[in-house]
Nanobody, 119 residues
Framework: QVQLVESGGGLVQPGGSLRLSCAAS????????MGWYRQAPGKQRELVAA???????NYLDSVKGRFTISRDNAKKTVHLQMNSLKPEDTADYYC?????????????WGQGTQVTVAS
């Protein structure tokens, strides 16, 4: 059974940084694309960043240049480094494992970690 456990969320001031981590178990991991989604109150869940099994990345336009997704296949972890955080980045962040080498529907979700950007 695939399990994804996020950590690293919290309260940070605007302009600050946070590093989210997602530890996977019960999965081969290295062959699957991974992503970070977020959902703010009253808004739809959106894809923030994704990384394929080959290491190709893509980002939501509003986070380009500020966020970096990375993966460590040996440790079965995926990280999201978030710099220059803005209040509009406030949301619950979810780790996602796709069912294939690129992002696709029907994958697995973590329980989420809350990020609050406020002064």
């Amino acid at each position: 059974q695939v399990q994804l456990v996020e950590s690293g969320g919290g309260l940070v001031q605007p302009g600050g940084s946070l590093r989210l981590s997602c530890a996977a178990s019960g999965t081969i991991f290295s062959i699957y694309a991974m992503g970070w989604y977020r959902q703010a109150p009253g808004k739809q869940r959106e894809l923030v960043a994704a990384i394929t099994s080959a290491g190709s990345t893509n980002y939501l336009d509003s986070v380009k240049g500020r966020f970096t997704i990375s993966r460590d296949n040996a440790k079965k972890t995926v990280h999201l480094q978030m710099n220059s955080l803005k209040p509009e980045d406030t949301a619950d962040y979810y780790c996602y494992q796709a069912r294939g080498v690129t992002m696709s529907n029907g994958g697995y979700w973590g329980q989420g970690t809350q990020v609050t950007v406020a002064s």
